[in-house]
């Protein structure tokens, strides 16, 4: 199993679990699940933080066999990624570089969860008969039949549907399997999600045509009519078709997450070798049902037991760098771009208050206290504010936080804060107020223009807080601040 000189996954992974941190070991190996050759799928954890239960990322690569270079993406994330925690060297792919500190904040904001190779079978069968081969090895219905289902078509989502599927195990590239969730790679990776309800990100990494993919892949959003969804069997039969009645409804909120996260996945990924990757919606690429992003995404809808995940796909590299086989420097060029995408989506899923937290050594009880304040700030309009800033300007935060002169006066001004939130009754002080002030002042001066109206809005809260006790504060923050209420 070697295509640009890994010769085995697990091997490569178990090598990271052995890495320390302070003396500490930060990932662990673990089984993903067992395909029908009875191969193992690797998986690998990466955590570095000190929260009970962070968020989690799931990383996913290979699940189209004959897709070489997204395995090796996967595995040189999580190999630079390590490596940096462990030694606390800067990271860099072609133009771009990611100082120590940002991963840092990564491995200790976010337990990442990789699988490099999710179709073991399929890159045995392409390394040994049949380069183009893309599925997996299900065996055939009945003997001298046809091998293989497609497992990125397999999901549960929409499954019956047959959008850009075929139900004939002979179908070379789309075979959906008999039935949802039919084939033991498509399994495990669900029963991992099952397993950890915290994982709040999925990114499956694919091979190529340079896209950004976000949901929904089954026809166009809408954020009009809720009623009009792949939950709804009135509207069976009507969905794929671009430009016509049927759209499919996605959370504008949600919708403006995604748009967001991929341009900003562009924009990292044109730094490796100024190619210009094109963010866009599934649809746009080809309808299709069963695939693991949007499954991912749409399993909070279809149960409302669980937690929302994220899901987007990306398609790394062009036509021109030789479609599913790259060598030389073209395979480089567009594995060093699928780590940008991965870290970009990474930076995207950290919540800025876990990331401050594992970063200043605040202790375990404080993530609860901030996690309840998060709750009660999102009760309200103005509230909401601050919770839509901590996720859309998230990455940029962190980006300033890892900034010397703005880092130096977090943690006294964690301190001074948490001080006065948990007194509850304790008027915040001139002097608490004066470091946030400060600290705000230094983060407007040296981070990024995008942070500068959020910021403004948070000076003008503290100045109204100051003097009030916490549990008067949110009900501060719940009066609409004064510029919402005239220009609405
Ligand atoms: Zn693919």
Known sequence: MSYLGHSNYGIALAMLAALKHDGKAFCSTF???TTHESRKIHGLRIYGGRLRTPRAVLIVGGAHAREMIPPESVLLFAWKICRSYANGNDITFGGKTYPASIVALLVESLEIIVVPLANPDGRAWVETADQN???NRRPPPAPGGCRGADTNRNYDFLFSSGLGTST???AYEVYRGPNAQSEPEVKALRDLIDRQPNIRGVLDVHSYTGLILYPWGDDQNQSTNAAMSFLNPTFDGLRGIKGDNYREHILSSDWKWYQETAARMRDGAHEVAQRTY??????DLYATSGTLSDYAYSRHLAEQAFPKILGMAVEIGFASDGQFRPTGNAAKVVRDEG????IEFCLAMICTGDAVLSSSRAARKFSDELRSLRAE???????QRYVEWSTSLAGRILVSLADPHVAKELPGLVKEFRAWWNAKNQPLSDEAAKLAGDFLATLRKRGPAELAPAIDAFMADIERMTGNPASKAIRTIRAKPKSARTTS
């Open 339 to 342: 780590v940008v995408l991965i």
């Open 168 to 170: 004939s195990p002979c």
């Open 133 to 135: 081969w893309r599925k």
């Open 31 to 33: 089984k993903v699940g």
């Open 278 to 283: 094109v963010p866009t919606q599934g649809i």
């Open 377 to 383: 700030l999102k009760e309200s309009p103005a509230g």
